[in-house]
């Protein structure tokens, strides 16, 4: 077993801000298996082109056969699980993907690395890790006044995409409670930042107020989200992955709950002041209250006590901070939007919102 790191779904959108901070800060090499399906991309780990320990290999976790041998070969000390199917939305329209990639994808995964654990040495036994990375969509939905999801909150998921990572939590749970398998698991609020795929909420904001567009918000816009800046989140996996305790759970928050509607009027103000256009109305002018999606979670919200009390871990970028990086860096990065947004995204934004009728 060497220094290096096995990353799958390492060309998503926080696959690949891991791999990147992973690099300045602990540099050891990475192995990035990912099979690039629409919003998984390369440009994404441009910046380590040419570096010798940055390893990308294409392929689907669903194939014991690869990710077995590749686990052979490369011999890493740890692996950390983000390849998955994430949008709700997508989820409804066609849950059969979801299941694939999310319960099979992950029990082919821990199989294989069952697998490859139980053939190492004491040592290297000992201090390898699997780290399985989840959401809080899998605990449902809060009312406004109840405590916000902890560790111990009994799943209750309300979505196909909900209900396919409740499988792969309750697979890694089993696999570290059966078979010993070090297993650590987190559960993270919504994410923000750099290299987001513009079909989630803030960065179809964004793109849609630079360009004039209308901005479709949910149902009356009152959902509220606990939003975390993706640096904050990868902190918090690389303490979790070098210091969490085996067969835990650890929740990570941004302590930043908001509404929908407040987010994309913050949005609005931001996409104003930096790119303003003069005797043009604000860009608020743009919400439009369109059909809910079917069965909408109301609330989420992250308490992060466990690992700020056992790890150290909190969150440091507040989220107007955060915002404003982000829509600095779509508005700094038009090549990589435009190069995303083929005619399979277009026609994806299309099925999606233009059916839905306006309230």
Known sequence: MNDA??????????GSNFILTWMKTAGTPVINLDRLTYAGNPANLAPLDGDARYLFMHGDICDAELVGSLLRKEQPRAIVHFAAESHVDRSIASPEAFIRTNVQGTFVLLEQARAYWTGLGDA???????????TDEVYGTLGPDDPAFSETTPYAPNSPYAASKAGSDHLARAYFHTFGLPVLTTNCSNNYGPYQFPEKL????????LEGKSLPVYG??????????????????RVVLERGRPGETYNVGG????????VVTAICNLVDEICPQPGAAPRTGLIRHVQDRPGHDRRYAIDAAKIAR??????????????????RWYIENSKWVNNVRTGAYRDWIAQNYAARRQL
């Open 5 to 14: 790191i096995l990353v799958t779904g390492g060309a998503g959108f926080i």
């Open 124 to 134: 290297n036994r000992a201090n390898f890790r699997f780290l399985h990375v989840s």
């Open 202 to 209: 803030i960065p179809l904001m964004i793109l849609n107020a």
């Open 220 to 237: 009356d816009g009152k959902n509220v989200r606990d939003w975390l800046f993706v640096e904050d989140h990868c902190a918090a996996i």
């Open 255 to 262: 302590n930043s709950e908001r509404a929908n509607i407040d």
């Open 310 to 327: 056992e790890l150290g871990w909190k969150p440091a970028e507040a989220f107007a901070g955060g915002l404003r990086k982000t829509v």
